[in-house]
């Protein structure tokens, strides 16, 4: 299990914790290599994934890795399970990039049980103010509008990213205390099939990449967390 951009490994960020016996959804699971490697340590995850084609790719590769993890297909906005069944969800560069966090965010603390975990590997919002869409790469200008920032066209698709103060406060809103962010620096000489080697070298330089932990707090508060959703 490694995260990122730079494969770092779990065992060298510790975000999860204890997996053994934890119910964890995986949002937006892509080909569900994460879920396969927690099944094998013993939790029990199920994928999450809102592309019928990711959700194939995923149930070949669990059939190939002789593994059992359930798949749902259903959006990260709109979590289809009831509240307070998870004890961890997380994402690789998942669903919490490609869906709105003023929603996601609230639906993570819905479905969390009180104490639960909510740990996710995103771009940081430094990389989409330095892109230079003319020449496909980063810069060393901001060439973006940082206040206002959330929905982001970018390279044929669509993104979402705030500020950093719109993150602690949707998190604090929603019922979550930070515990860490990782920004995570390329390590010297890194190469990625992500990224060309110049934007590696950025990568070194300025933060590329967040994987936030922050945790539901024990009294929750639900109600905040409702009252948030409705408002978007
Ligand atoms: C970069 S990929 C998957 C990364 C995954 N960690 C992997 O290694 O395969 C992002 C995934 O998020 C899914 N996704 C995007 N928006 C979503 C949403 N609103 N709800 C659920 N899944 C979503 C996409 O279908 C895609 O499978």
Redesign the pocket.
């Known amino acids: 299990m490694a995260w990122g951009l730079w494969r770092i490994p779990e065992s060298t960020v510790q975000h999860l914790g204890p997996v053994r016996g934890r119910s964890i959804l ?9 879920s396969i490697a927690l099944r094998g340590k013993g939790a029990r995850p199920i994928g ?4 019928f084609a ?1 959700l194939a790719h995923a149930r070949r590769e669990i059939r190939k890795a002789r593994s059992e993890v359930p798949l749902v297909r ?4 709109a979590i289809p399970f009831e509240s307070g069944v998870f004890d961890i969800v997380f ?5 919490m ?3 709105d966090p003023r929603r ?1 965010v609230p639906e993570c603390a819905r479905v969390l049980r009180p104490d639960g975990l909510l740990v996710f590997a995103t771009a940081s919002p430094v990389r989409y103010l330095a892109y230079h869409p003319a020449k496909d790469r980063q810069s060393r200008r901001l060439r973006r509008t940082y206040f206002g920032m959330h929905r982001i066209e970018w390279e044929g698709s669509v993104e979402f990213q705030v500020p950093y103060g719109d993150w602690v406060d949707l998190f604090s809103r929603s019922g979550f205390t930070i515990e860490r962010l990782v920004e995570t620096a390329a390590p010297v000489g890194a190469k990625t099939p992500y990224l060309s080697a110049a934007d590696s070298a950025w990568g070194a330089r300025w933060p590329m990449e967040c994987i936030w932990r922050v945790r539901k707090e024990r009294t929750g508060r639900s109600r905040g967390a409702r009252r948030l959703a409705r408002q978007v």
Do not use: K, P, V
């Open positions: 995986e949002l937006g699971c892509g080909a569900a290599r994460w999450l994934d809102l592309s990711q259903g959006s990260a906005e994402c690789d560069w998942g669903a990039t490609f869906a996601t």
